[in-house]
T-cell receptor, first 107, second 115 residues
Framework: TQLLEQSPQFLSIQEGENLTVYCNSS?????LQWYRQEPGEGPVLLVT?????EVKKLKRLTFQFGDARKDSSLHITAAQPGDTGLYLC???????FGAGTTVTVRA | DTGVSQNPRHKITKRGQNVTFRCDPI?????LYWYRQTLGQGPEFLTY????????KSRLLSDRFSAERPKGSFSTLEIQRTEQGDSAMYLC?????????????FGPGTRLTVL
């Protein structure tokens, strides 16, 4: 049983479009992390959000932590084929992972 | 030392055999974690060490699984009498710090296939 639910499960878009991935839970997390994973590799940390309402930007990626620290979103602007991958959110020290969102950006 | 390394990257074994995986964390990291990931799912926590002490084990970790970190550096994960259901990617991660949140850095994983 995973405490974090991610939506959508799959997302396929054209290069240049925007996309948003959601991560929701009924539990409060002291921190939440986003990772990207490519096939056959381990997850790579993108960002950690800690404060409710926090917004962090990483180039074309914008991460938001909900005010109640129960949810988060990842927005990608002008997606590129290199953004293709499995996006995972995870909470707290044991990293309770969501099932992930598979993003495919078509050239 | 540029990151977490895991060996082997791939392991194919027959049901009933024992397998052992190794993880070398980032050198200054005192925490080491093992996860299991199956297709279409996120990683599931198995166990973690702080230095050489194994502090927590998931109920997913059956008696056939054992993990060690004898000197507080590298760790091994052994699976005895493997079953087909053990087929998965086994991921290792390490982190530094005592904070309730700590950024974990993952290795490339060991892909286990049990025939």
């Amino acid at each position: 049983t995973q405490l974090l639910e991610q939506s959508p499960q799959f997302l396929s878009i054209q290069e240049g479009e925007n996309l948003t991935v959601y991560c929701n839970s009924s539990s409060v997390f002291s921190s939440l992390q986003w990772y990207r994973q490519e096939p056959g590799e381990g997850p790579v940390l993108l960002v950690t959000v800690v404060t409710g309402g926090e917004v962090k930007k990483l180039k074309r990626l914008t991460f938001q932590f909900g005010d109640a620290r129960k949810d988060s979103s990842l927005h990608i602007t002008a997606a590129q084929p290199g953004d293709t991958g499995l996006y995972l959110c995870a909470g707290d020290y044991k990293l309770s992972f969501g099932a992930g969102t598979t993003v495919t950006v078509r050239a | 030392d540029t990151g977490v390394s895991q060996n082997p990257r791939h392991k194919i074994t027959k049901r009933g055999q024992n397998v052992t995986f190794r993880c070398d964390p980032i050198s200054e990291h005192n925490r080491l974690y093992w996860y299991r990931q199956t297709l279409g799912q996120g990683p599931e926590f198995l166990t973690y060490f702080q230095n050489e002490a194994q502090l927590e084990k998931s109920r997913l970790l059956s008696d056939r699984f054992s993990a060690e970190r004898p000197k507080g550096s590298f760790s091994t994960l052994e699976i005895q009498r493997t079953e087909q259901g053990d087929s998965a990617m086994y991921l290792c991660a390490s982190s530094q710090g005592q904070a309730s949140y700590n950024e974990q850095f993952f290795g490339p994983g060991t892909r286990l296939t049990v025939l």
